[in-house]
Nanobody
Framework: HVQLVESGGGSVQAGGSLTLSCTAS????????MAWFRQTPGKDRVGVAG???????LYADSVKGRFTISRDNAKNTLYLQMNKLEPEDTATYYC???????????????????????WGQGTQVTVS
């Protein structure tokens, strides 16, 4: 079983930037699809950005032009660069990995933990 560990969350003022990282506990095959989801209390987790094995990104409309997803397969690490943060971006952010390309179809849509194989524990981002 792969453990995904997120880091980089915190508090920032509106207009600021943060970079989230997600590192896998072991080698993750390059053919895995990876993504970032976020969740606010009482609501479903929603996919905000995904990246396929070839590095092709996909973004939810709410973050397009502000967030950038990238991956470093040699370091087993996924990143999310978040710029021009807004209070509406406040959420717990989760890293997700799955061999199923269906993960990319979840970008911009809600999902539950059972939908995909590997989830991180989440990191809090607060924008004020």
């Amino acid at each position: 079983h792969v453990q995904l560990v997120e880091s980089g969350g915190g508090s920032v003022q509106a207009g600021g930037s943060l970079t989230l990282s997600c590192t896998a506990s072991r080698y993750l095959e390059p053919d895995f699809f990876m993504a970032w989801f976020r969740q606010t209390p009482g609501k479903d987790r929603v996919g905000v950005a995904g990246i396929d094995p070839d590095g092709y990104p996909l973004y939810a409309d709410s973050v397009k032009g502000r967030f950038t997803i990238s991956r470093d397969n040699a370091k087993n690490t996924l990143y999310l660069q978040m710029n021009k943060l807004e209070p509406e971006d406040t959420a717990t952010y989760y890293c997700v990995a799955d061999s199923n390309k269906g993960l990319m179809n979840a970008i911009g849509h809600p999902a539950v933990e059972d939908d995909f194989t590997h989830w991180g524990q989440g990191t809090q981002v607060t924008v004020s």
